[in-house]
Every structure is written in C-alpha cells, then in structure tokens.
C-alpha cells in the first residue's frame, strides 16, 4: 500500500469528505435518528497481564464485503464501499472485559481508544488471550439497541525472549507501491482481491520462525478500512497471528501527535513491553529504515535488529552498517537459523 499522505490518496480523503457531506445533505437527518441501523467494528486487541490496548470504530451499517473470487467490478465496489464509511461522532460504547467496563466516546472519525489498566492479579499468569465485547449504550443517530461486536485480545509475557514488528506492504505482501505513479498499488487496492494475492516468497516463514521466540505485530500505513482484507490475507498465507495496526485515512485522532504513524504506533508497544527486545523488519520501498532508525534512537538497547528487504526497482540510499538489507527470504531464513 503506499503511502497515503501523497497526492492521490488526498484526492480520495477529499471526495471522501465530499460524500460525507453530501449523504448528510440528501439523507434526511430524521432517517438517520430513528430507523438506520449502526454497527461496531472491533479490532484484536493487544497488551500483558495488568494494560491491554483496543481500537474500534461506530458506523452506519453495511452489507458485510465480499472475501472470494470476484470480478474487478464487484472488488471495486466492495473495496469502495470501505473507504465511503459513514461514522458516527459523540457514539457511547460501553466495553466488556472480565468483570470490567469501560465507558468510552467516539471521536469525529467514529474512532474510540481504550487504553485499561488493572490488578494483574486477576488474570492467571499463562492466560494468552482475553475476550472482548462492546456495546453501543447510545448514539445521537441511528438504531443502537442491541448492536454488539466482539473481538479478542493477545496478552503477551514479559518472559518472551523477543518480539517481531514488522510492516506488511511491500515487506510481506508485494503491492506495486514503487511504480510510476503508485498506480500498481491504486489498482491492487481497488481492483484485485486482496486475500487471492500472495505473499512474497518464505516471508511467512521467516515471520513464523521469528514468532516462536515472541510476539508479532503487523503496523502498517494501510487504512483502517481495509483490515478486513489484510487479516483475511494473513491467515490464508499462514502467517503467524498477531494484532494488526492500522492508521486513520481521515482526521488523526490526536491531532497533537503529530509523529508518523509508524514512530507513534511501534513507541506504544515498545512502552507496553518496556523489558522486551524487538527485530523491526520492513523494506527500502517507503521510510521504513528512516522510521526504525528513530525508533532506535528513542529506545536505546531496545532494538535488537533492524531488517530491510530491498524492493526490486527502488534506490537504498544512505545505508546504514547497523542495518541488514536482503534481497530474499530464504537468506533471511538461513541467516536466523545461523544466528539461534
């Protein structure tokens, strides 16, 4: 996916905007109040024993995408349908966690964000996962009775010898982003399926190879939007489970921070894990060794590697001896097993 800061995908937040304030105009707002249903997109959530992190969002309600083969038409219209959301702004969820419930609102993007901490005693030392469930208590537009989602939640231990947070365009999936113009990634998003697309080659492997000396986290410039998609698309290739960590394609929710996402999103789990070593791993293709390279400095003694996997047709400038750049997963595969 590239990166959507550029030209094109301003374009899209504009018409985006341009929809939203046109539905509001033709849709009487009475409709919205008393008979559309609404729905809540919950995504895995991450965290340890004594704080867990989940994110979600309240919209109008939609017909599920369709996952499968499908002409580029329909995978337009469904990827479309996505990216034209209608969220819901002032939306109270009410989230479930053990005997625990948090209140919270959502912001002008449909967004709300839990951050919870708690005794740690109240979860047995080896519990892996958590339940989650949120339910909408009040909406000031919409049919909210009854609409629930529910999700789950990683718990990871400080015990895991090293975590694993690695990008997704380009590093494990190969998207085009480095055409002319970004217009291999702009059809890929918009025209193919993306859970029929493959994953670059023994890049699952590596990933899972990695896993089983610590967590994974996907953190990616991709949207929020299409999370359906990259979820479907990493377990259909069989790469390890783990939370996957999007960002807003519209207004920041915290406008203040105004670091990349990819410096903000990885300094939040190095802060969740403050004991934890983690292996970044991304590609030349965008700003990865750039934002790992900050990450490094933020962190000292936190990043035990970094990995960069050179994308065919992009220039690796300025490299750093600190870091690896590959050519291929196999010799990554090979260099793992060398290493432990």
Known sequence: MADWNRPFYKLIRRLDGMLDRLGAMLIPRGLWRSNHPLEIKLF?????????????????????????????????????????????????????????????????????????????????????????????????????????????????????????????????????????????????????????????PYSAEFVNKLSQQGPVFYVSNSPWNIYPFLHAFLEKNGFHDGPILLRDLGIPQNIADRRPHKIRTISKILNLYPTMPF?????????????????????????????IRKVPGSTVRNPDAGIIYFDSYKEMNSWWEKRN
């Open 44 to 200: 895995r959530g991450y965290g340890h024993r004594s704080s867990v992190q989940i994110i979600g969002r309240v919209l109008l309600y939609k017909k599920p995408i369709i996952l499968g083969k499908i002409s580029p038409w329909q995978q337009f219209r469904s990827t479309f349908d996505l990216f034209n959301s209608r969220e819901i702004i002032g939306a109270t969820v009410r989230i479930h966690i053990a005997d625990y419930t948090f209140d919270l609102v959502t912001d002008k993007e449909g967004y709300f964000d839990l951050s919870a901490d708690w005794d740690e005693t109240i979860f047995p030392e080896d519990q892996v996962e958590l339940k989650i469930r949120a339910t909408l208590i009040h909406s000031p537009y919409g049919k909210y009775e009854g609409v629930e989602a529910q999700t789950s939640c990683y718990l990871h231990t400080v015990s895991q010898q090293v975590g694993l947070i690695t990008d997704i365009d380009d590093t494990i999936l190969k998207t085009g982003v480095t055409s002319r113009f970004k217009w291999r990634a702009v059809y890929a998003t918009f025209f193919e399926d993306l859970t029929e697309r493959k994953s670059i």
């Open 279 to 307: 292996i970044l791993l991304g590609d030349s293709g965008e700003k990865d060794a750039y934002y790992f390279r900050e990450i490094d400095k933020l962190f000292p003694g936190r990043i035990q590697q970094i990995l």
